[in-house]
T-cell receptor, first 111, second 109 residues
Framework: EAGVAQSPRYKIIEKRQSVAFWCNPI?????LYWYQQILGQGPKLLIQ????????DSQLPKDRFSAERLKGVDSTLKIQPAKLEDSAVYLC?????????FGQGTRLTVV | EDQVTQSPEALRLQEGESSSLNCSYT??????LFWYRQDPGKGPEFLFT???AGEEKEKERLKATLTKKESFLHITAPKPEDSATYLC??????????FGAGTTVTVRA
């Protein structure tokens, strides 16, 4: 069974630029999560989708972050404009309802 | 708000020296408690799901247990390849998945 796919793996941008991350979840998984993981910390939930509807986005900085899930499958997370403190690993996970399975993540460096 | 606290932050063990990691939690309507392993530069890898107090799960040298307020991950006779960060997460009734900060385990040969 194919796992959660994320791209790109690495991205370096200058502050105030925009960036987008892509996630393809495991087929059939209704729930999709985006997490931000800063070095040395646990993953912090940014947004949770159930099919193509948003369940929780209370910790998403909506002035600069946006996310969508197309047709309840693939998802994109966008940052515009980026700040230095956005440097982190962005993890996508999908779940059939219980345990979540993670992709390899995208490491973002903002300089 | 759901909270997950893991201790200790870091654990250094000699090969063969057994130990335990703690995960204490508060959550509204626990659907499940999960343990993950994370290696540097990789995404978290699923290990166990525990659903109710008293439940235990085992996998090789790892054993996870659950009470109403905390979970323990016991590592028996660890090997260097068990070195990793171990993450605990709780899933609430709304399917929200909240993580602790993790415990970084280093096993020396």
């Amino acid at each position: 069974e194919a796992g959660v796919a994320q791209s790109p793996r690495y991205k370096i941008i200058e502050k105030r630029q925009s960036v987008a991350f892509w996630c393809n979840p495991i087929s059939g998984h209704a729930t999709l999560y985006w997490y931000q993981q800063i070095l040395g910390q646990g993953p912090k939930l940014l947004i949770q989708f159930q099919n193509n509807g948003v369940v929780d986005d209370s910790q998403l900085p909506k002035d600069r972050f946006s996310a969508e899930r197309l047709k309840g499958v693939d998802s994109t997370l966008k940052i515009q404009p980026a700040k230095l403190e956005d440097s982190a690993v962005y993890l996508c996970a999908s779940s059939p309802g219980t345990e979540a399975f993670f992709g390899q993540g995208t490491r973002l460096t903002v300089v | 708000e759901d909270q997950v606290t893991q201790s200790p932050e870091a654990l250094r063990l000699q090969e063969g020296e057994s130990s335990s990691l703690n995960c204490s939690y508060t959550v509204s309507g626990l659907r499940g408690l999960f343990w993950y392993r994370q290696d540097p530069g990789k995404g978290p890898e699923f290990l166990f799901t525990l659903y109710s107090a008293g439940e235990e799960k085992e996998k090789e040298r790892l054993k996870a247990t659950l009470t109403k307020k905390e979970s323990f991950l016991h590592i028996t006779a660890p090997k260097p390849e068990d070195s990793a960060t171990y993450l605990c997460a709780v899933q609430a009734s709304d399917y929200k998945l909240s993580f602790g900060a993790g415990t970084t385990v280093t096993v020396r040969a």
